[in-house]
């Protein structure tokens, strides 16, 4: 199934259900994307009943927003992409060093936004703006100690990322936090696409476009820790959440690492794509 947040004629966002490029009204059924994330099994079934009998709206009419606001930081895997990790390195002749642990670090929730709302631009605050498609993991039960062979059981369903990153904000200082965490920085969306509807997340073609223009273009099969070891690594010690986030890192092909740089500027067009999931498509607007 997938799952949207959205907004029609300027009244309060709704959750819904698309099918077919229509979609299906939720809101009688579950007040927020967090409810449906703990909808029990028998819970699922009375979704898939109302949508059988409900009234269906064109996808068209309405407007997409993020399909969840998540309740903390957004876990985000640093150089999880062999050919990202070498293309990021100071010495590009020097022998590339792979990440041995997963490197995480943490966007604030109020960088998420939709998959077609602006990316701010404001030259005072960031002129440095960089894209990195991703895919991102729901989780979908509480969890601790997971065991890898366990862990898809914990996911929910899977969104499209782009964790927009200030360059500069980013090597100021020794944390990525900031440079990470200005608002609008993490579009998200289309919808979330449940776990069973993408049987194999890790062969996925991961494409990001900045005005048409192919910028990454890889497959989340080349991925050094996959979805499993992350969550199994994540929740050692440290309980997962329903609803958390995890974005699984980015191939090589962002702008910071090109010759010379290239950077977002207004009016850029960023196109996200995950293949089997979705599409984002956010426009550079200065404010
Ligand atoms: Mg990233």
């Known amino acids: 199934m997938k799952f949207v947040r959205y907004e029609l ?19 009688g059924v579950a007040p927020s994307m967090h409810a449906v994330i703990n909808l029990s099994e028998e819970g699922m079934a009375m979704i898939a009943q109302h949508a059988n009998s409900s009234p269906r709206i064109p996808l068209q009419e309405v407007k997409l927003l993020a399909p969840l606001l998540p309740r903390r930081n957004i876990m985000c895997l640093g150089k999880n992409y062999a050919d990202h990790a070498r293309e990021m390195q100071a010495d590009q002749n020097a022998t590339v060093e792979l990440p041995t642990v997963p490197m995480i670090f943490t966007k604030a929730t109020t960088t998420v936004s939709g998959p077609t709302d602006p990316i701010p631009f404001d030259p005072q605050v960031s002129t440095d703006i960089d894209w990195e498609v991703e895919l991102a993991v729901i989780i979908g039960k509480e969890g601790k100690n997971i065991p890898a062979e ?33 608002d609008g920085y993490c579009p998200t969306g289309p919808w979330i696409i449940t776990r069973d509807e993408l049987p194999n ?49 980015t191939p090589d092909g962002v702008g910071a690492a090109r010759t010379p740089p290239e950077f977002l500027r207004p009016g850029d067009v960023l196109t996200s794509i995950v293949e089997g999931v979705g599409e984002l498509r956010n426009l550079v607007t200065a404010v």
């Open 201 to 249: 997340p890790h062969d996925l073609d991961v494409r990001c476009l900045v005005n048409g223009v192919e910028k990454q273009a890889s497959n989340t099969r080349n991925m050094i820790f996959d979805i499993p070891f992350t969550i199994a690594y994540l929740s050692r010690g440290m309980t997962l959440l329903p609803g958390d986030i995890i974005a699984t890192g």
């Open 150 to 182: 366990q862990a898809m059981e914990y996911v929910f369903g899977f969104t499209v990322l782009n964790d927009v990153t200030a360059r500069d904000l980013q090597q100021q200082g020794k944390q990525f936090f900031k440079g990470k965490s200005l």
């Open 9 to 27: 004629n300027g009244r309060s966002p709704q959750i819904g259900l698309v099918v077919d490029n229509e979609l299906i009204d939720l809101s």
